[in-house]
């Protein structure tokens, strides 16, 4: 069986728990609390399973992987069954350039670790450390909303079925929602969103139904 490292409220951890449901794949699941204590990725128990010290890790036998987007890829080339990938190219690459504005320009700069150094090291107060996080992810939402302004969105980022493009869109909506930002400037992906999170799979992977969820 599958293994999966996740804390529930990890945006790429997120990601992940929604194409495993999406592929119906059962998996055992193991929290890592990413703020109690300092950080249990920062343990020596879980470094020595996974250096980076991130969430998510996947573990499939003796394969062990992290990076929410290799994990994607690798779990649709694995379990190719169910894809989350267009087999057209054209349609593969921007469903992939969609996750890469999300998981290199958007979520990094939301993450525990540089909103940890803003703070500790470079003394920024909660105001401004909350502007920042809002300014980038205007930034980035506000640069997806004009990527899929020629999409249907009927049923999915791209296609007729969720993909990868869906998997990155939900968490990083409901990020943006944790931080306040304006979503009402995005109404294609808002429609968009509450749409996904309405199917069963993205219900399923939601944060809140996770094992080591928590209040508020």
């Not at 592929?23 to 879980?46: S, T």
């Not at 899929?148 to 993909?163: H, K, N, R, T, W």
């Not at 009402?184 to 219900?203: G, H, T």
Request: proline share 7%.
């Amino acid at each position: 069986m599958l293994t999966l490292y996740s804390y529930w409220r990890s945006s790429a951890s997120y990601r992940v728990r929604i194409a495993l449901a999406l592929k119906g794949l059962d998996y055992e699941y193991r929290p890592v609390h990413l703020v109690k204590d300092g950080g249990e990725q920062h343990a020596a128990g879980y470094r020595a399973i996974n250096p980076e010290g991130r969430v998510p890790l996947l573990i499939d036998g003796d394969f062990k992987l992290g990076q929410s987007l290799a994990i994607l890829r690798y779990l649709d080339a694995r379990f190719p069954e169910r894809p989350l990938v267009s087999a057209e190219p054209r349609e593969a690459a921007r469903a992939w350039q969609f996750c890469e504005a999300i998981n290199a320009d958007i979520q990094p700069l939301h993450n525990l670790g540089p909103l940890g150094y803003l703070s500790k090291t470079l003394g920024v107060d909660e105001r401004q450390r909350e502007t920042w996080i809002r300014h980038w992810i205007d930034r980035g939402l506000s640069a997806l909303e004009a990527e899929v302004a020629d999409q249907p969105l009927e049923s999915a980022v791209f296609g007729d079925s969720p993909g990868i493009a869906d998997c990155c869109l939900v968490p990083q909506v409901y990020a943006a929602r944790r931080f306040g930002a304006d979503l009402a400037r995005y109404p294609r992906l808002m429609a968009l969103a509450a749409r996904l999170e309405s199917l069963p799979a993205f219900i399923a992977a939601h944060p809140d139904q996770q094992p080591d969820a928590q209040p508020g």
